[in-house]
């Protein structure tokens, strides 16, 4: 396997015996290869760095506002709602500016920024400064975000794109992994200073997470462009070399129902989060610690299958095909997690972990399906634009995820999960419909390539 690759290395002879010689390389060697590019290795590290201190965060910020600083469970829930709400118009801009100014420059200061408030909240009084705080975070994390994946889609072409998400997204969760492992020092301890110190330190951690962004290669900002023109004394060679002036995502339908249907499927994460904790509790004989269980099967499996199986996603036919199997993996999930209720303990455990297994599979391959999208179908003269749009779908996604969740199979049992499992169906073949109309042009054209008379 060829995770990354920024040019065609084909000579004109079909490499039969290619594929044997990569499988039999290791992950490890293959991985360290890939690794060459050096923006993928400058994101890598700074990833690898940073996420530790936000996987601190995810881990202790909600008991810390809660238990240390006494906010109410509704206080907290307005706080990480209105923040988020500021973070989806924040991933538009982002991306925005990141097709007129440096992407690398402020990739730095946005993720040097956003260490700078996560350290902020154990200096935090009360309801109004934890708010404050907590939008400022969400705003940076957005934009910082945005910027990213407007990096990404100019850095790399066709199968490197999705690669290098997959990669970054594995190294994510290894880090989150450690970083909610550490915060486990302040949960043992349990003092106010224990919570203050650690929170501090991981604040530090994401700001030295930025520090390699700094040595971006330049090539990863957006060129210099203007306005297409129409002046026939200029020759047609020279007007296509100019940089141009993209499209407005909000003036592509494909590209927005493109963008909701994925915020639809991306609902699955706070299912994942939020819906399945709460059933286990509410609505099963399981014990509770299954709940961390699950999230360590989740974090497992996203780690060693997310690189491998979003390869070749890049392709529109391919993408469109994952992401159906991802959505009929969604839709067994929910089956096996309704059918855990009202059973005793030990197959309601086996449901369950059955269920999530199949969870962490269909959100692997709907992501690997609807990154290849994002990338293929936005306009490349304003790719920030597009991943800032692509961004606030899955915020909005994620905001909207608890309450359809609690709407349908925390409410209903079974007739809510049935109907969570159409909606997450349904999102998928639409997806795939997209994806099976875009690629059609692409085709007809091969094939018309394939058909044409050879010169000599």
């Known amino acids: 396997m060829q995770l990354l690759s920024n040019s065609d290395p084909a000579t004109g002879v079909v490499p039969v015996q290619q594929p044997n010689t990569e499988s039999k390389r290791g992950f490890a060697r293959r991985l360290a290869d890939s690794l060459s590019d050096p923006v993928l290795r400058i994101l890598v590290i700074a990833t690898l760095i940073g996420r530790v201190g936000r996987g601190v965060f995810a881990t202790i910020t909600v008991l810390f506002i809660t238990f240390v600083l006494g906010l109410t469970v509704g ?60 939008c400022i975070a969400s705003m940076l994390s957005s934009a910082s975000n945005a910027t990213r994946m407007a990096i990404i889609a100019r850095a790399f072409e066709g199968p490197a794109r999705v690669s290098t998400r997959a990669i970054l997204r594995t190294v994510t969760n290894v880090s989150m992994a450690a970083g909610a492992a550490l915060a486990g020092i302040a949960l043992l301890v349990n003092t106010p200073t224990a919570y203050r110190v650690v929170l501090i330190g991981a604040g530090a951690v994401y700001v030295i997470g930025a520090i390699p962004v700094w040595r971006l290669p330049q090539r990863v900002d957006a060129p210099k462009r203007t306005a297409a023109t129409h002046d026939s004394s200029q020759p047609a060679v020279s007007q296509s070399a100019a940089p141009r002036l993209g499209r407005s995502p909000f003036r592509d339908p494909r590209y927005l129902v493109l963008t909701a249907l994925a915020a639809v499927f991306g609902m699955q994460f706070g299912l994942a989060e939020v819906g399945v904790p709460l059933w286990i509790v509410s609505h099963t004989t399981a014990p509770t610690v299954l709940v961390s269980i699950l999230l360590i099967v989740n974090t497992v499996i996203v780690i060693i299958f997310q690189i491998p199986l979003s390869r070749g996603t890049h392709d529109l036919r391919k993408a469109g095909k ?107 073949l639409g997806i795939s419909a997209i994806a099976r109309r875009a690629a059609a042009p692409v085709a007809a054209t091969a094939l018309a390539a394939a058909a044409a008379p050879r010169g000599n």
């Open 322 to 428: 994952v992401v159906t199997i991802a959505g009929v993996l969604m839709a067994l999930a929910c089956v096996a997690y309704a059918l855990s209720a009202g059973v005793s303990m030990v197959p309601a455990i086996a449901l369950l972990v059955v269920a999530a297994i199949v969870h962490a599979f269909a959100e692997v391959w709907s992501q690997a399906g609807t990154w290849g999208l994002s990338f293929e179908l936005a306009d490349e003269a304003n790719a920030g634009a597009y991943q800032g749009v692509f961004s606030m779908g899955f915020g909005v996604g994620a905001m909207a995820a608890p309450f359809v969740v609690a709407g349908t199979a925390l409410a209903f049992g079974m007739p809510g999960w049935i109907a969570l499992a159409a909606i997450f169906l349904a999102a998928a």
């Open 75 to 134: 206080e907290a829930a307005i706080v990480l709602g209105i923040s988020s709400a500021v973070g989806i118009g924040a991933s538009y801009l982002g991306g925005r500016l990141a097709d007129s100014l440096s992407a690398r420059r402020m990739l730095f200061w946005l993720m040097a920024a956003e260490g700078l408030a996560l350290a902020c909240y154990p200096f935090a009084g009360g309801f109004t400064s934890v708010l404050i705080i907590a």
